[in-house]
Every structure is written in C-alpha cells, then in structure tokens.
C-alpha cells in the first residue's frame, strides 16, 4: 500500500506493499478453472478486486488505510482498469470500499497506435533506424488500429528491426547477457537478471520458504506465461478514457517513464499524455537526486508525468534510488525536487 519515504527523511511514509501477480496464470499464481488462465482485461480487474476484498476482510485493520496501486508495462491497462472497477463498486454501500488514493503506472502501455509510432520514432532519435526505414514506416504504417497494419507495413517494420540489430529491447545501452565485451558500460543493468530470478524461484527451498508454490503448479516459474498471452482475447487498443476518467475523479493520477527503454519508449508516453488534452500546471523541469539530474517532470491539470533518468523498462530494476524518489513524491503528492 505505498512505499517507504525518501531516503533523506529522517521519519519515512508508514506503510505497507501488497505484490500481487496477475492476471491468474503468471508466476505462482493460477485460477481453478479447466485451462487455468486468465483470458483478457476485465477478467483481471475482476479477480484483482476479488482478491482485495477477501485480503481486507482478512486483515480489517487496513481497511480505513490510504490504498495506492501501482505498475508497469501492461499494468498500463491493469491498473487504471482496477481504480475504475475499485470507484465504481465503491458507490455501491453493499461493497467493501477500499480507500483509493492514487495510482502510478510506468513504462506503461496505454494505447496501441501511441506505442507503436512511439518505438519507431524513439530508435529513429536514438539512432538505432535510419532515415531511410523510418521514412517507410511513416509512408507505409497505418497503427490507428491493431487490424490496420497492412503486410507492407510489416515489411517496413521487419527492415527497420532490422537496422536496430542485437540491442537489448528494454534498455538500449545495456550490455547483452553473456556479453564479454571489455567496452565500459553506459548501463548497470545486468540483463542476464530474469536468468538469476528464474533459477532462484524454481528452488524447492526458495518456494517453501516463501510458501510459494504450496498446490504444486505442474510449471516451472517464469518471468512471461505465454499459454496466457495467447490465449488473451480481452485486450482494448487503449484505455486513454478510462485514464481520463480517473483523472476526473479526484484522485492522483502519475505516469513515469524509465527513458532508456525501447519496448514502451518514453516517447509513446508522451504521445498518450499529449491526447489527455490536460492544461500544463507546473512546466518541464529537471528534478534533482544527489546533485545530479534524476529526471524530468511535468504537471498537468489532474495528471503528473516524471521521467527517470538512466532507467529502462522496469524502473526500480535500474535506477533503484532515483526511483524510491519518485515513489516517495508521489505517495506525498509533491512533485520530485528541482533543485541540487
């Protein structure tokens, strides 16, 4: 329900996170139903809202707590799809109200056309695409719906994959896993990590300790189910009005974005955050962490956008302390700070 305060504070934020894996199917997680996963978004919001009710009625003491959910990548659509069931059911008086304060989702995906002209023009001003295959995509590419890719588009778009070679997808100046370069790294990342995590969470005694994995799930863990990728049908090009209805709503709405990730680049961000038609509260700024550029931050009327400076697709996988900043601003409803 939030993370701890800034690491400058003397007193940090109380509180308390819940890590829930969703939708049904991924890592530990499973549904008893014939195939044992989850089919699409609402289904997700569904069972997510399912599950808080049985934790808070579990643990009562929370319910009168300050709740904020958070994600990234397609939680993009997870979590705005939950604020908007958790509202809604919270105007029904037969329904547990959980106390909704805010959200943050980062390197989020939010609308189709938005992501997908934002990873071409991101690797085209980062120079991983040419001018040349940039200039077919825009020639040839129509995104304003997932069935209005045409087969030349998808031509246009393998070419330009192309130019961008062998680059980690969700931090571009990443090393490679099992990289022997002796090259200085711009990144700290260690892209072999899902590798570690998948070893370590597959060890019986690593499961039991965590009491993980108690029905015996007939799996190994792993970081992408994709039974349940392919099998989602469930999946609106865009939830920017339901973004937009949370905006409304009064609580906190921010969007961050890790700025070396290719695979939700900040660019398509700002396409999405542009459509909100929000009006500038506060301009861009540089916000600062011990002296240095920690990012860059705008205001919008009922919207806060941050960049984090350094990170790729999973912020606090790269930029952890940068990114404790952010989430402590965010759960105090400041924005991050402008100066050194």
């Not at 973004?243 to 890790?258: D, H, R």
């Amino acid at each position: 329900m939030g993370q701890p305060g800034g690491p400058s504070e003397k007193v940090g934020l109380v509180a308390n996170i819940l890590f829930l894996e969703s939708p049904a199917g991924v890592g530990f997680s499973y549904a008893n139903t014939t195939s044992n996963y989850v089919t699409g978004d609402k289904q997700t919001a569904a069972d997510s809202y399912t599950f808080l009710l049985n934790w808070l009625e579990r643990f009562p003491e929370y319910k009168t707590r300050d709740f904020y959910i958070t994600g990234e990548s397609y939680a993009g659509h997870y979590v705005p799809q939950l604020a908007q069931l958790i509202l809604n059911n919270n105007k029904i008086t037969k329904h547990t109200v959980i106390n909704l304060k805010g959200i943050a989702i980062g390197n989020a995906y939010i609308d189709y056309e938005d992501s997908m002209r934002g990873i071409y023009d991101y690797f085209w001003t980062h120079a991983l695409l040419s001018d040349e295959h940039h200039n077919e995509i825009l020639k040839n590419c129509n995104f304003s719906t997932m069935t209005s890719v045409s087969e030349k588009c998808q031509e246009s778009m393998d070419r330009a994959d192309d130019d961008r070679g062998n680059v980690f997808f969700y931090d571009i100046y990443a090393r490679l896993c099992g990289s022997n370069s002796t090259a200085p790294a711009l990144s700290s990342y260690d892209p072999c990590t899902d590798n570690y995590v998948s070893e370590y969470l597959n060890t019986p005694e690593v499961q039991k300790a965590l009491h993980a994995n108690v029905t015996g799930i007939p799996r190994p863990w792993e970081s992408c189910n994709f039974l349940v990728l392919l099998s989602w049908t469930d999946k609106p090009e865009t939830v920017i009005p339901v973004i937009k209805e949370l905006m409304a709503s009064g609580i906190s709405v921010w969007i961050y974005s890790g700025d070396t990730d290719g695979r939700v680049p900040v660019t398509a961000t700002r396409y999405s955050i542009n459509k909100f038609g929000a009006p500038v509260k506060t301009p861009w700024y540089p916000w600062y962490y011990k002296g240095e550029v920690g990012g860059f931050a705008v205001e919008y009327q009922n919207v806060t956008f941050v960049t984090i400076r350094g990170a790729g697709h999973f912020v606090p996988s790269y930029q952890p302390e940068r990114a404790l900043v952010f989430f402590s601003s965010f759960l105090k409803g400041k924005i991050p700070p402008s100066k050194i």
